[in-house]
Protein backbone atom coordinates (compact mmCIF):
# COMPACT_ATOMS: atom_id res chain seq x y z
CA UNK A 1 0.00 0.00 0.00
CA UNK A 2 0.83 3.87 -0.15
CA UNK A 3 3.85 5.29 1.47
CA UNK A 4 1.31 6.57 4.81
CA UNK A 5 -0.16 3.50 5.58
CA UNK A 6 3.46 1.76 5.51
CA UNK A 7 4.66 4.54 7.68
CA UNK A 8 1.38 3.74 10.16
CA UNK A 9 1.39 0.19 10.03
CA UNK A 10 5.07 -0.43 11.02
CA UNK A 11 4.19 1.08 13.94
CA UNK A 12 0.92 0.31 14.66
CA UNK A 13 0.81 -2.67 12.78
CA UNK A 14 -3.25 -2.77 11.84
CA UNK A 15 -2.65 -4.87 8.56
CA UNK A 16 -1.64 -8.16 10.82
CA UNK A 17 -4.70 -9.05 12.42
CA UNK A 18 -6.76 -8.23 9.63
CA UNK A 19 -5.14 -10.00 7.48
CA UNK A 20 -7.45 -13.27 7.78
CA UNK A 21 -10.20 -10.94 6.36
CA UNK A 22 -8.09 -8.94 3.90
CA UNK A 23 -6.65 -12.70 2.23
CA UNK A 24 -9.58 -14.58 2.74
CA UNK A 25 -10.59 -16.03 -0.93
CA UNK A 26 -13.93 -15.24 -3.09
CA UNK A 27 -15.31 -17.15 -4.59
CA UNK A 28 -14.57 -16.92 -8.13
CA UNK A 29 -18.28 -16.95 -9.58
CA UNK A 30 -19.25 -13.73 -8.04
CA UNK A 31 -20.73 -11.02 -10.33
CA UNK A 32 -21.14 -7.00 -9.78
CA UNK A 33 -24.51 -7.79 -8.30
CA UNK A 34 -22.68 -8.53 -5.44
CA UNK A 35 -21.88 -4.86 -4.61
CA UNK A 36 -25.37 -3.77 -4.34
CA UNK A 37 -24.84 -4.51 -0.56
CA UNK A 38 -21.87 -2.42 -0.35
CA UNK A 39 -23.11 0.28 -2.24
CA UNK A 40 -26.06 0.24 0.28
CA UNK A 41 -23.66 0.91 3.02
CA UNK A 42 -21.88 3.40 0.89
CA UNK A 43 -25.28 5.12 0.93
CA UNK A 44 -25.04 4.71 5.18
CA UNK A 45 -21.81 6.42 5.56
CA UNK A 46 -22.98 9.64 3.47
CA UNK A 47 -26.39 9.54 5.36
CA UNK A 48 -24.19 9.96 8.30
CA UNK A 49 -21.53 12.85 7.31
CA UNK A 50 -24.24 14.64 5.23
CA UNK A 51 -26.91 14.13 8.72
CA UNK A 52 -23.72 15.07 10.60
CA UNK A 53 -23.57 18.24 8.96
CA UNK A 54 -27.68 18.99 8.48
CA UNK A 55 -27.54 18.98 12.59
CA UNK A 56 -24.86 21.90 13.02
CA UNK A 57 -27.80 24.17 11.27
CA UNK A 58 -31.24 22.27 11.99
CA UNK A 59 -33.11 23.70 15.05
CA UNK A 60 -35.97 21.03 16.29
CA UNK A 61 -38.60 23.16 17.15
CA UNK A 62 -41.77 23.73 16.37
CA UNK A 63 -41.69 27.49 15.71
CA UNK A 64 -37.80 27.21 14.01
CA UNK A 65 -37.31 24.09 11.98
CA UNK A 66 -38.58 25.49 8.93
CA UNK A 67 -36.84 28.49 9.26
CA UNK A 68 -33.81 27.10 10.01
CA UNK A 69 -34.27 24.66 6.97
CA UNK A 70 -34.94 27.48 4.59
CA UNK A 71 -31.88 29.29 5.96
CA UNK A 72 -29.67 25.86 5.27
CA UNK A 73 -31.11 26.10 1.70
CA UNK A 74 -30.46 29.14 0.56
CA UNK A 75 -27.83 30.98 2.42
CA UNK A 76 -25.57 29.16 3.89
CA UNK A 77 -22.81 28.01 1.11
CA UNK A 78 -23.44 24.42 -0.41
CA UNK A 79 -25.86 24.04 2.41
CA UNK A 80 -28.49 23.20 -0.99
CA UNK A 81 -25.88 20.72 -1.67
CA UNK A 82 -25.78 18.99 1.42
CA UNK A 83 -29.45 19.00 2.09
CA UNK A 84 -29.59 17.04 -1.45
CA UNK A 85 -27.26 14.85 -0.89
CA UNK A 86 -28.80 13.53 2.37
CA UNK A 87 -32.27 13.41 0.61
CA UNK A 88 -30.62 11.84 -2.39
CA UNK A 89 -28.82 9.29 -0.52
CA UNK A 90 -31.95 8.81 1.34
CA UNK A 91 -33.73 7.58 -1.64
CA UNK A 92 -30.74 5.33 -3.37
CA UNK A 93 -29.92 3.46 0.40
CA UNK A 94 -33.63 1.76 0.72
CA UNK A 95 -33.43 0.89 -3.71
CA UNK A 96 -29.68 -0.59 -3.31
CA UNK A 97 -31.50 -2.37 -0.23
CA UNK A 98 -34.10 -3.35 -1.79
CA UNK A 99 -31.86 -4.54 -4.63
CA UNK A 100 -29.36 -6.43 -2.50
CA UNK A 101 -32.20 -8.24 -0.81
CA UNK A 102 -33.04 -9.79 -4.45
CA UNK A 103 -29.88 -10.89 -4.95
CA UNK A 104 -29.46 -12.29 -1.91
CA UNK A 105 -33.00 -13.93 -2.68
CA UNK A 106 -32.18 -14.91 -6.14
CA UNK A 107 -28.72 -16.50 -5.12
CA UNK A 108 -30.35 -18.58 -2.15
CA UNK A 109 -27.85 -16.74 -0.09
CA UNK A 110 -30.91 -16.43 2.76
CA UNK A 111 -30.33 -20.62 3.54
CA UNK A 112 -28.79 -22.30 6.30
CA UNK A 113 -26.41 -21.37 8.48
CA UNK A 114 -27.08 -17.63 7.10
CA UNK A 115 -30.52 -17.71 8.35
CA UNK A 116 -29.72 -14.91 11.22
CA UNK A 117 -28.34 -12.41 8.87
CA UNK A 118 -31.67 -12.26 6.39
CA UNK A 119 -33.19 -11.61 9.66
CA UNK A 120 -30.77 -8.58 10.76
CA UNK A 121 -30.89 -7.75 7.10
CA UNK A 122 -34.56 -7.34 6.94
CA UNK A 123 -34.32 -5.56 10.66
CA UNK A 124 -31.93 -3.30 8.80
CA UNK A 125 -34.65 -2.22 6.36
CA UNK A 126 -37.03 -1.71 8.21
CA UNK A 127 -35.26 0.60 10.54
CA UNK A 128 -34.14 2.51 7.43
CA UNK A 129 -38.08 2.67 6.27
CA UNK A 130 -38.44 4.01 9.98
CA UNK A 131 -35.46 6.41 9.31
CA UNK A 132 -36.55 8.00 5.90
CA UNK A 133 -40.45 7.96 8.04
CA UNK A 134 -38.85 10.25 10.88
CA UNK A 135 -37.07 12.37 8.63
CA UNK A 136 -39.32 13.27 6.19
CA UNK A 137 -41.29 15.40 9.17
CA UNK A 138 -38.37 17.16 9.76
CA UNK A 139 -38.37 20.51 7.46
CA UNK A 140 -41.77 20.85 9.18
CA UNK A 141 -43.51 21.96 6.21
CA UNK A 142 -47.22 21.41 4.91
CA UNK A 143 -45.89 17.97 2.88
CA UNK A 144 -43.87 16.69 5.81
CA UNK A 145 -46.88 17.69 8.45
CA UNK A 146 -49.67 15.89 6.47
CA UNK A 147 -47.37 13.24 5.26
CA UNK A 148 -46.59 12.12 9.38
CA UNK A 149 -50.61 12.81 10.32
CA UNK A 150 -51.43 10.34 7.41
CA UNK A 151 -48.99 8.09 8.66
CA UNK A 152 -49.33 8.07 12.21
CA UNK A 153 -53.41 7.56 11.53
CA UNK A 154 -52.39 4.66 9.69
CA UNK A 155 -50.65 3.27 12.73
CA UNK A 156 -54.39 4.26 14.68
CA UNK A 157 -55.65 1.35 12.60
CA UNK A 158 -54.05 -1.80 13.80
CA UNK A 159 -56.49 -3.48 16.44
CA UNK A 160 -56.64 -2.98 19.88
CA UNK A 161 -53.47 -1.30 20.17
CA UNK A 162 -53.41 0.76 17.38
CA UNK A 163 -54.54 4.19 19.13
CA UNK A 164 -52.16 3.24 22.08
CA UNK A 165 -49.59 2.68 19.32
CA UNK A 166 -50.34 5.94 17.60
CA UNK A 167 -50.13 8.42 21.04
CA UNK A 168 -46.97 6.59 21.68
CA UNK A 169 -45.52 7.50 18.55
CA UNK A 170 -46.39 11.03 18.03
CA UNK A 171 -46.92 12.44 21.89
CA UNK A 172 -50.19 12.93 21.07
CA UNK A 173 -53.32 12.74 19.09
CA UNK A 174 -52.13 14.89 16.74
CA UNK A 175 -49.11 15.87 15.19
CA UNK A 176 -47.67 18.87 16.87
CA UNK A 177 -44.35 20.02 18.30
CA UNK A 178 -43.86 16.76 20.57
CA UNK A 179 -44.29 15.15 17.26
CA UNK A 180 -41.25 16.77 15.77
CA UNK A 181 -39.17 16.08 18.55
CA UNK A 182 -39.49 12.61 19.15
CA UNK A 183 -38.85 12.25 15.29
CA UNK A 184 -36.06 14.22 15.60
CA UNK A 185 -34.44 12.16 18.33
CA UNK A 186 -35.52 8.76 16.35
CA UNK A 187 -33.81 10.25 13.30
CA UNK A 188 -30.69 11.41 14.68
CA UNK A 189 -30.30 9.24 17.67
CA UNK A 190 -32.09 6.11 18.40
CA UNK A 191 -32.31 4.60 14.56
CA UNK A 192 -28.64 5.28 13.30
CA UNK A 193 -27.67 4.10 16.48
CA UNK A 194 -29.94 0.61 15.70
CA UNK A 195 -28.80 0.34 11.88
CA UNK A 196 -25.05 0.90 13.49
CA UNK A 197 -25.22 -1.95 15.58
CA UNK A 198 -27.23 -4.09 13.43
CA UNK A 199 -24.57 -3.32 10.44
CA UNK A 200 -21.74 -4.64 12.72
CA UNK A 201 -23.72 -7.71 13.40
CA UNK A 202 -24.24 -7.92 9.46
CA UNK A 203 -21.15 -7.77 8.16
CA UNK A 204 -19.39 -9.76 11.24
CA UNK A 205 -21.56 -12.81 10.28
CA UNK A 206 -20.45 -12.18 6.49
CA UNK A 207 -17.28 -12.39 7.42
CA UNK A 208 -17.22 -15.27 9.58
CA UNK A 209 -19.25 -17.20 7.37
CA UNK A 210 -18.26 -15.91 4.08
CA UNK A 211 -20.07 -15.25 0.60
CA UNK A 212 -22.50 -17.73 -0.15
CA UNK A 213 -21.54 -20.43 -3.12
CA UNK A 214 -24.92 -22.42 -2.92
CA UNK A 215 -26.02 -21.31 -6.11
CA UNK B 1 -0.52 -0.06 -17.63
CA UNK B 2 -2.45 -3.37 -16.70
CA UNK B 3 -5.41 -3.81 -14.80
CA UNK B 4 -4.21 -3.92 -11.17
CA UNK B 5 -2.16 -0.39 -11.16
CA UNK B 6 -5.68 0.83 -13.59
CA UNK B 7 -7.36 0.38 -10.56
CA UNK B 8 -5.06 1.41 -8.06
CA UNK B 9 -4.75 4.78 -9.48
CA UNK B 10 -8.71 5.02 -9.74
CA UNK B 11 -8.76 4.30 -6.52
CA UNK B 12 -6.23 7.00 -5.63
CA UNK B 13 -7.56 9.48 -7.54
CA UNK B 14 -11.03 8.44 -5.74
CA UNK B 15 -9.06 9.54 -2.18
CA UNK B 16 -7.85 12.59 -4.11
CA UNK B 17 -11.17 13.59 -4.93
CA UNK B 18 -12.43 13.13 -1.47
CA UNK B 19 -10.41 16.41 -0.48
CA UNK B 20 -12.94 18.19 -2.52
CA UNK B 21 -15.76 17.71 0.26
CA UNK B 22 -13.39 18.93 2.49
CA UNK B 23 -13.13 22.17 0.78
CA UNK B 24 -17.02 22.46 0.71
CA UNK B 25 -17.37 21.19 4.34
CA UNK B 26 -15.10 23.93 5.45
CA UNK B 27 -17.21 26.34 3.32
CA UNK B 28 -20.31 25.29 4.51
CA UNK B 29 -19.29 25.31 8.59
CA UNK B 30 -17.59 28.83 8.70
CA UNK B 31 -19.94 31.11 9.56
CA UNK B 32 -21.56 33.47 7.15
CA UNK B 33 -22.12 36.56 9.62
CA UNK B 34 -19.80 37.71 12.04
CA UNK B 35 -20.41 40.82 13.64
CA UNK B 36 -18.01 43.42 13.86
CA UNK B 37 -17.62 44.57 17.53
CA UNK B 38 -18.32 48.68 17.78
CA UNK B 39 -17.61 51.40 20.14
CA UNK B 40 -20.88 52.74 21.44
CA UNK B 41 -21.45 55.26 23.74
CA UNK B 42 -23.24 54.56 26.07
CA UNK B 43 -24.89 57.57 28.87
CA UNK B 44 -24.47 56.35 32.10
CA UNK B 45 -25.00 59.08 35.24
CA UNK B 46 -25.09 63.23 35.52
CA UNK B 47 -21.68 64.99 35.95
CA UNK B 48 -23.36 65.90 39.28
CA UNK B 49 -23.67 62.36 40.88
CA UNK B 50 -19.89 61.48 39.98
CA UNK B 51 -17.68 61.49 43.97
CA UNK B 52 -15.14 64.33 44.40
CA UNK B 53 -12.45 61.99 45.12
CA UNK B 54 -12.66 58.01 44.62
CA UNK B 55 -14.49 55.63 43.36
CA UNK B 56 -17.77 54.99 42.62
CA UNK B 57 -19.79 51.99 41.48
CA UNK B 58 -22.74 52.79 38.34
CA UNK B 59 -24.96 50.97 36.69
CA UNK B 60 -26.18 51.65 33.16
CA UNK B 61 -28.29 50.04 30.50
CA UNK B 62 -28.73 49.83 27.01
CA UNK B 63 -29.87 47.83 23.56
CA UNK B 64 -28.15 45.59 22.22
CA UNK B 65 -29.42 44.32 19.16
CA UNK B 66 -33.05 44.69 20.29
CA UNK B 67 -32.44 43.11 23.51
CA UNK B 68 -31.99 45.08 27.18
CA UNK B 69 -28.53 44.55 28.66
CA UNK B 70 -27.73 45.82 31.79
CA UNK B 71 -24.07 46.20 33.47
CA UNK B 72 -22.23 48.55 35.94
CA UNK B 73 -18.97 50.05 35.90
CA UNK B 74 -16.55 51.59 38.82
CA UNK B 75 -15.76 55.60 37.92
CA UNK B 76 -12.97 56.93 39.88
CA UNK B 77 -12.02 60.74 40.56
CA UNK B 78 -8.64 61.89 41.30
CA UNK B 79 -5.35 64.34 40.59
CA UNK B 80 -5.66 62.72 37.16
CA UNK B 81 -8.94 63.39 36.03
CA UNK B 82 -11.72 60.37 35.26
CA UNK B 83 -11.09 57.05 35.05
CA UNK B 84 -13.59 53.85 34.22
CA UNK B 85 -12.67 50.02 35.21
CA UNK B 86 -14.37 47.38 33.32
CA UNK B 87 -15.95 45.41 36.14
CA UNK B 88 -14.82 42.05 35.16
CA UNK B 89 -11.52 40.28 36.40
CA UNK B 90 -9.07 40.03 33.75
CA UNK B 91 -8.32 36.40 35.35
CA UNK B 92 -11.91 34.45 34.07
CA UNK B 93 -14.02 37.37 33.91
CA UNK B 94 -16.01 37.23 36.95
CA UNK B 95 -17.46 40.49 37.71
CA UNK B 96 -14.86 42.34 40.35
CA UNK B 97 -16.54 44.34 43.50
CA UNK B 98 -15.02 47.52 45.09
CA UNK B 99 -13.95 47.24 48.98
CA UNK B 100 -14.09 51.15 50.10
CA UNK B 101 -11.92 49.92 53.48
CA UNK B 102 -8.93 48.02 52.09
CA UNK B 103 -9.58 50.59 48.98
CA UNK B 104 -8.66 47.34 46.69
CA UNK B 105 -10.99 45.54 44.35
CA UNK B 106 -11.84 42.18 45.15
CA UNK B 107 -12.90 39.26 42.91
CA UNK B 108 -14.52 36.85 45.00
CA UNK B 109 -14.01 33.71 42.24
CA UNK B 110 -10.55 33.23 42.70
CA UNK B 111 -8.86 35.91 45.52
CA UNK B 112 -7.75 38.44 42.93
CA UNK B 113 -7.02 41.92 44.19
CA UNK B 114 -6.48 45.37 42.66
CA UNK B 115 -5.10 48.44 43.82
CA UNK B 116 -7.43 51.80 43.28
CA UNK B 117 -5.19 52.23 40.16
CA UNK B 118 -6.35 48.93 39.01
CA UNK B 119 -2.96 47.14 39.17
CA UNK B 120 -2.85 43.44 40.48
CA UNK B 121 -1.88 43.23 44.23
CA UNK B 122 -2.06 39.35 44.70
CA UNK B 123 -4.48 36.35 43.21
CA UNK B 124 -3.71 34.87 39.91
CA UNK B 125 -4.84 37.79 37.36
CA UNK B 126 -2.55 38.20 34.65
CA UNK B 127 -3.38 41.89 33.48
CA UNK B 128 -4.25 44.88 35.62
CA UNK B 129 -8.03 46.14 35.01
CA UNK B 130 -9.24 46.92 31.61
CA UNK B 131 -10.09 50.85 31.09
CA UNK B 132 -12.96 51.53 29.53
CA UNK B 133 -13.27 55.45 27.41
CA UNK B 134 -15.23 57.95 29.30
CA UNK B 135 -16.12 60.89 28.75
CA UNK B 136 -18.14 64.18 30.09
CA UNK B 137 -20.72 65.98 27.50
CA UNK B 138 -22.89 68.72 28.66
CA UNK B 139 -22.95 67.22 32.14
CA UNK B 140 -23.27 63.87 31.24
CA UNK B 141 -21.29 61.05 31.17
CA UNK B 142 -20.63 58.90 28.41
CA UNK B 143 -18.63 55.01 28.57
CA UNK B 144 -17.80 53.73 25.48
CA UNK B 145 -18.41 50.10 25.25
CA UNK B 146 -17.64 47.52 22.55
CA UNK B 147 -20.77 46.09 21.61
Same mark, same amino acid.
Given at each position: ???????????????????????????????????????? =??? %?? *? $???????? @??? +?? !????????????????????????????????? =??? %?? *? $???????? @??? +?? !???????????????????????????????????????????????????????????????????????????????????????????????????????? | ???????????????????????????????????????????????????????????????????????????????????????????????????????????????????????????????????????????????????
Amino acid at each position: MGKLFDWFDSRFAVKAPHRRFFERSIPPNLNYTYCFGGIA =FTY %FL *I $LVLSGLLL @SIF +YV !PSEKEAYKSVVMITNDIPFGWLIRGVHKWSASL =FII %FI *I $LHAIRVFV @SKA +YR !PPRELNWVIGTSIFVIAMASGFTGYLLPWDQKAYWATEVGTSMVGTIPLIGKSLMYMIGGGSEVTGTTLIRFFSLHVLFLPLMIGILLWLHFHIVKRQGISTNL | MDRRNFLKRVVKLFFLSLNLSLIIIISYLYPSKIKQKRLLNIYVTDEEFLPKKGIKRFEYSFDKDGERVTNFVFIKRDEEGLTAFSPFCTHLGCLIRWNNIHKEFICACHGGRFDKEGNVIAGPPPRPLERMPIEIKDGKVFLGIKA
